[in-house]
């Protein structure tokens, strides 16, 4: 399983920026999929994920900002980030819990980090 990311950049603070993240391979079923962040000298941590069952968290500080929708269809995620602040310069990773098949164990992947800077 492979998760393609795209969408990073630098932005002005106040500006906004989609990321996608596309999982392709042998896949059965996904389950949670949504992305986590990790600045310099920090813990990753989760931003937003969504659950097969549609169910969405957010961490707090990105809510009201950070939109995370799901295609199930083309087993994609997109993050529409908002009215981005300095503290929300981090690498950003992409997050799916996948099955290859129906007798396989639920398995975490990632994706490469794209990065996102917001900057003035």
């Known amino acids: 399983v492979q998760l393609q990311t795209s969408g990073g950049g630098l932005v002005q603070p106040g500006g906004s920026l989609r990321l996608s993240c596309a999982a392709s391979?042998?896949?059965?079923?996904?389950?949670?999929m949504g992305w986590y962040r990790q600045a310099p000298g920090k813990q990753r941590e989760l931003v937003a994920t969504?659950?097969?069952?549609?169910?969405?968290t957010y961490r707090d500080s990105v809510k009201g900002r950070f939109t995370l929708s799901r295609d199930n269809a083309k087993n994609t995620v997109y993050l529409q980030m908002n009215s981005l602040k300095p503290e929300d310069t981090a690498v950003y990773y992409c997050?799916?819990?996948?099955?290859?098949?129906?007798?396989?164990?639920?398995?975490?992947?990632w994706g490469k980090g794209t990065l996102v800077t917001v900057s003035s």
């Open positions: 969504s659950t097969s069952g549609a169910t969405t």
């Open positions: 997050n799916a819990v996948v099955k290859t098949t129906a007798t396989m164990p639920w398995v975490n992947y």
């Open positions: 391979g042998t896949i059965f079923s996904i389950h949670d």
